[in-house]
């Protein structure tokens, strides 16, 4: 097993033991599986197979303090590929959500989310770290509406560093319809900053500008809770660059179910198409600046589950990916595969 693992896994393997004890006020869940990944290295062209052992970890706790709300969540994940060390790696993803009440019905928001990707071998890494600021207002049950500013900073690092920051400004509404049916929409205006990607003038100069992408973008999101739980959802989002590779719009479709097979046994069901058509095709396969770990991936998710008891799940998940690597235009698939077992506490 690669050397920085090890200690990774072994907290992992004593959180499921100590997980009986049931720490105070503390929810989350451990897992532990074995995964199949057709495209280990999401090639464009031959793909390579492999499989591995993944195991994770979700701790949360909430807080409260007269009119304020915190909410602590640590997460972790660690991979460990035998036949490709350069794939094994860990994740965290630690997380801060803080909410104020202003008035009975007003509240402010802050959300402070990290995800930090490592390789266990120096082949790369990837850092992203989100702050949002929102104001929700719910004059009644039935209604609800947010304005939210939301700032990312991101930093890849493969064999040079990219920077990205991107800027979002929007806002939401949530309309329940019925005791069943919910709706949502929401639009907002966009904005990246490349801040290592330095514009060419010919083939041999370049201007010293940073590459700048601007642009909106809107969804809707129909909810139905009953027996079942299903949704509808739909994005576009339309971005204008000072890049003649980087103008785009991208349309997004989801559809999404879960439903009680039988006592005990559960399936998740998601369906996904995303279109994303740039404006000049000329640059096809050129602009090799974009962000790997953007999640825009298509197609379909299976997930069944079953409940053996003690807050204890067995669960088989198949996932049919269809991303854009870093060259526009430029597609890889795969198919993910994971069987494993999980304990909520």
Not at 68 to 75: D, E, F, G, I, P
Not at 79 to 100: C, T
Request: charged share 20%; with cysteine.
């Amino acid at each position: 097993m690669p050397t920085r693992l090890p200690f990774i896994f072994g907290l992992l393997v004593a959180g499921c033991y100590l997980t009986p004890l049931r720490l105070q006020g503390v929810d989350g869940q451990v897992k532990a599986a074995l995964y199949s990944d057709t495209n280990a290295f999401e090639a464009a062209g031959p793909a390579t197979w492999t499989f591995g052992v993944t195991m994770g970890a979700r701790l949360m706790q909430q807080l409260v303090y007269k009119r304020m709300t915190s909410n602590v969540v640590l997460a972790g994940q660690a991979v460990w590929d035998p036949a490709y060390e350069s794939e094994s790696k860990y994740i965290l993803n630690p997380s801060l959500r803080m909410s104020y009440l202003l008035a009975q019905d007003l509240s402010a928001t802050a959300d402070l989310v990290l995800f930090k990707k490592e390789y266990d071998k120096p082949i790369g890494a990837y850092l992203r770290t989100l702050v949002n600021l929102s104001v929700v207002y719910y004059p009644e049950d039935r209604f609800a509406i947010w304005l939210a500013h939301r700032r990312t900073e991101k930093v890849l690092r493969i064999e040079s560093r990219f920077r990205y920051s991107v800027e979002y400004t929007g806002v939401r509404f949530r309309v329940r319809l019925t005791d069943r049916y919910i709706t949502e929409a929401g639009f907002g205006q966009k904005s990246i900053l490349h801040r290592d990607v330095l514009l060419p003038v010919d083939s041999s100069v370049l201007s010293g500008r940073q590459r700048s992408d601007n642009g909106f973008q809107y969804n809707l999101h129909i909810r139905y809770t009953s027996g079942i739980i299903t949704g509808f959802k739909y994005g576009f989002e339309s971005i204008r660059s000072n890049s003649l590779a980087g103008d785009y719009n991208l349309t997004t479709l989801n559809i999404y179910m879960s439903v009680t097979l039988w006592e005990k046994s559960f399936a998740h069901v998601s369906l996904r198409r995303i279109d994303k058509r740039y404006r000049y095709t000329q640059f096809d396969g050129v602009d090799y600046f974009l962000d790997p770990e953007e999640p825009l991936q298509n197609l379909a998710d299976l997930r069944l589950e079953r409940d053996i008891g003690n807050g204890i799940f067995h669960y088989f998940q198949v996932s049919l990916l269809e991303n854009e690597t870093t060259l526009n235009r430029v597609y890889y698939n795969k198919v993910l595969a994971e069987f494993g077992i999980k304990r909520y506490f």
